[in-house]
Nanobody
Framework: VQLQASGGGLVQAGGSLRLSCVAS????????MAWYRQAPGKQRVRAAL???????TYADSVKGRFTISRDKDKNTVYLQMNSLKPEDTAVYYC?????????????WGQGTQVTVSS
């Protein structure tokens, strides 16, 4: 699975951005898709996840502000980010998890920079 993330940029605090992650194959065949973020000098952490059945989970730090969604026809997962804060500044990565008979396989996109100015 190849993932192409896009949509990052520079935005003022309180603004919005929508990230997109396009998969090279049908996302119906992918178990979970998630958005992670990594701030400078910090570990990569998960911001949001959507399962194959459509269930979603969010990190406490983004709950109520970020929304993960998907469009199966476009093989795309989105992260709508509202009420952005300077602490949301990070490189955002999308990840796909595929569970197969041989094990679990993780695939990562290349990352897209989000910078929120105060």
């Amino acid at each position: 699975v190849q993932l192409q993330a896009s949509g990052g940029g520079l935005v003022q605090a309180g603004g919005s951005l929508r990230l997109s992650c396009v998969a090279s194959q049908s996302i119906s065949s992918i178990n979970d898709m998630a958005w992670y973020r990594q701030a400078p000098g910090k570990q990569r952490v998960r911001a949001a996840l959507i399962t194959n059945s459509g269930s979603t989970t969010y990190a406490d730090s983004v709950k109520g502000r970020f929304t993960i969604s998907r469009d199966k026809d476009k093989n795309t997962v989105y992260l709508q980010m509202n009420s952005l804060k300077p602490e949301d500044t990070a490189v955002y990565y999308c990840k796909a998890l595929v569970l197969a008979i041989g094990g679990a396989y993780e695939y990562w996109g290349q990352g897209t920079q989000v910078t929120v100015s105060s």
